[in-house]
């Protein structure tokens, strides 16, 4: 009797989070027809919009709506065809394949589109007020325009973590654990590829920015490349003199410079008036160095040695750098030599037991190296300091990054990292002849 209650709940949980994902899409479906109808399709909207306008601010939006009636119109008919639904991650995997790249187009498009809706606000008082109009619909439920503008974004993240609930849920090495895991990596292919789009528009307008304010004392470097990025930029103090002068005890010892660290590239800089920067040497970033200075005295705490191993000159150079706390120092000396150990050893060395934490406060992002948290994210800690900042690699989708230990709380107990840990390889874990199998049934 035990036995057969075991079975009818493990089933039923499955039941549960396959239900969850077609009432949510459904739900969803709801919403993109109020931002069509109520909000795309009003007159008045359409007469003070130009076309251009727009595109700008729905993009392919249509394109969207009618992938998701498609989606939809699958998945209910899978559950009309039985209420105990027998899996509906093979429509996932079917739908993300061929149909789910308009999605990819619209998150690209973000970036203009919020830049659009903005100078939309302030330029246009008639576009504003019926806006305005609009959102008091009882039908918006008292949300905003906005909320509804990134919704195709929301949701192609949140199909990929119902998936991976579905995942959690199946028979392992079941027919429907290897449909899961295949849906579960398409989506998650969407994801990184919505959040690229995203990244190329604004990247190329900041490396514009910034070719724009620096000034070469040396040979000039092509800044702006469609596979370059910045990663870093911000302020350090350099010590003046070798290093046989570290003894010595007094701030004149440093001067300030100014780095741009580049996926690919650093550039030391002064700056000098005119929000300008006077480059003095660059590196490669693969041939960087770094080196922890310890013990030192509290007027060289948080300093470190940088080694450009080839630079401008193509010499190798040692810069002895201060920053200004410790997180600053371990942000930047990770950041310089991204393949330098951390004090703990990252998720995919498959060491069962790590320090972890789970998000409590979610968190937006304020520097490129910093990650954003939702409510309950798990996440291995990398590096810790003593000022308050981990840096972490969330379980779900290996993304690193840095954020405030004020906004999680360390998980202690080590059966439920291991579990968590274990949930993350079997979501992960990818397995040729599971994918033979998959292709040779899609073939039937």
Not at 1 to 7: A, N, S, Y
Request: with cysteine; aromatic share 8%; proline share 3%.
């Amino acid at each position: 009797m035990t036995e057969v209650f075991r079975i009818f709940t493990c089933n039923f949980g499955i039941l549960q989070a396959m239900f969850e994902l077609v009432t949510s899409e459904a739900s969803y479906y709801k919403s993109m027809n109020l931002l069509i109808y109520h909000f795309m399709e009003n007159e008045r909207l359409k007469k003070i919009l130009h076309p251009s306008e727009a595109h700008l601010l729905f993009s392919n939006l249509l394109d969207v709506m009618a992938v998701s009636e498609r989606f939809l119109l699958d998945l209910e008919k899978r559950v009309e065809e039985n209420i105990v639904i027998s899996d509906i991650c093979d429509i996932v995997y079917h739908h993300t394949i061929n149909h789910f790249s308009v999605y990819v187009t619209y998150v690209s498009n973000q970036t203009y589109q919020e830049r659009a809706y903005k100078q939309l606000l302030q330029d246009k008082p008639a576009f504003r007020e019926v806006i305005s109009q609009l959102e008091m619909d009882p039908k918006c439920k008292g949300l905003p325009f906005s909320s509804f503008l990134i919704l195709p974004f929301q949701r192609i993240t949140r199909l990929k973590l119902l998936v991976q609930n579905i995942l959690k849920k199946v028979e392992e090495k079941s027919e429907r654990e290897i449909t899961a895991l295949e849906a579960h990596k398409e989506l998650e292919t969407v994801v990184k590829a919505c959040n690229e789009g995203v990244r190329k528009m604004s990247r190329t307008e900041q490396m514009i920015s910034i070719q724009k304010k620096l000034e070469f004392k040396i040979k000039s470097v092509p800044i702006i490349s469609h596979s370059r990025w910045l990663l870093k930029q911000g302020d350090l103090q350099q010590m003046n003199g070798p290093k046989t002068s570290r003894t010595l005890r007094t701030k004149k010892l440093f001067r300030e410079i100014y780095l741009f660290l580049f996926n690919d590239l650093l550039v030391l800089c002064r700056q000098i008036p005119g929000d300008k920067y006077q480059v003095f040497d660059s590196a490669p970033r693969g041939l960087l160095r770094v080196e922890e200075l310890e013990d030192q005295g509290q007027s060289l705490a948080n300093v470190f040695i940088l080694r450009l191993l080839e630079n401008a000159d193509d010499r190798e150079v040692s810069y002895m750098l201060k920053a200004s706390s410790q997180s600053e120092m371990k942000r930047w000396m990770i950041l310089l030599a991204p393949n330098r150990r951390t004090k703990f050893v990252s998720f995919t060395s498959r060491l069962m037991d790590c320090p972890q934490i789970q998000c409590v406060h979610p968190y937006v992002a304020q520097q490129p190296d910093e990650l954003s948290l939702e409510l309950a994210d798990v996440l291995n800690i990398l590096e810790k300091t003593d000022d308050g900042w981990i840096f972490g690699e969330r379980l779900h989708d290996q993304e690193r990054g840095w954020f405030p230990s004020s906004m999680g709380e360390e998980i202690l107990n080590p059966k439920i990292r291991s579990q968590n840990l274990k949930e993350c390889f079997r979501v992960h874990k990818t397995d040729d002849s599971q994918r033979r199998k998959l292709g040779s049934r899609n073939k039937q």
